[in-house]
């Protein structure tokens, strides 16, 4: 079936540092990757998102790019803060199919003092 | 808040009894998800519901069933609970059928003892 493969599972990085988390996609189908950032105990929330037209989004710290002909794409976090520790989880999913959409198994990402 | 209302948020129960899990979506939301996440796990997506209908199945144990109701909210019931059924379970929401971006609600957070 189709799939979707996160990595790394664990990341530690300096405060202040960059982090970079990378997803590739086994569906060729699929034009929209969301982001989901969880903090412990908390729900999964959308931090940011990117469809197949465009190749790099940002949204102050965080970034996202996206490369539809090697299937993969990678959240990119600069400046790393202490309330940056969470667990990351991408997806992708064809548009207009919500029934697709396909989650990576996640990121612990902490931000070390 | 993401407008997803999940009750209890809180249960305990033993080994072999079923319980009920309740959501109500975002208003004007047609699709509902159910996903489970055990410790350190990432989301294991379980059923989806679009518009009281049963859109797609992921690994839902025979155990488990779930249904929408006209109104739109769902429930999730477990039954011949088990040890490891101790998770906590998230409710998602989304629009209609080509809606993408899926929004979290808080969970449900069961321990079978």
């Known amino acids: 079936g189709e799939n979707v493969e996160q990595h790394p599972s664990t990341l530690s990085v300096q405060e202040g540092d960059s982090a970079v988390i990378k997803c590739t996609y086994s569906?060729?189908?699929?034009?929209?990757f969301p982001w989901y950032k969880q903090e412990l105990g908390k729900r999964p929330q959308l931090i940011i998102d990117?469809?197949?037209?465009?190749g790099e989004k940002k949204d102050q710290r965080i970034a996202v790019t996206l490369n539809k002909t090697a299937k993969h794409f990678s959240l990119h976090i600069t400046e790393t803060q202490p309330e940056d520790s969470a667990v990351y989880f991408c997806?992708?999913?064809?548009?207009?199919?919500?029934?697709?959409?396909?989650f990576g198994k996640g990121t612990r990402l902490h931000i070390l003092p | 808040d993401s407008g997803v209302t999940q009750t209890p948020k809180h249960l305990i129960t033993a080994t072999g009894q079923r319980v009920t899990l309740r959501c109500s979506p975002r208003s004007g939301d047609l699709s509902v998800y159910w996903y489970q996440q055990s410790l350190d796990q990432g989301l294991q997506f379980l059923i989806q519901?679009?518009?009281?209908?049963?859109?797609a199945k992921g690994n839902i144990l025979e155990r488990f069933s779930a249904q929408q109701f006209p109104d739109l909210h769902s429930e999730l019931n477990l039954s011949s609970l088990e040890l490891g059924d101790s998770a906590l379970y998230f409710c998602a929401s989304s629009g209609w059928a080509g809606a993408n971006t899926i929004y979290f609600g808080e969970g449900s957070w069961l321990t079978v003892v």
């Open positions: 519901y679009y518009n009281g209908e049963e859109r």
């Open positions: 990117i469809r197949s037209n465009v």
């Open positions: 569906d060729s189908a699929s034009n929209y």
């Open positions: 997806a992708a999913t064809p548009m207009n199919r919500d029934d697709k959409i396909i």
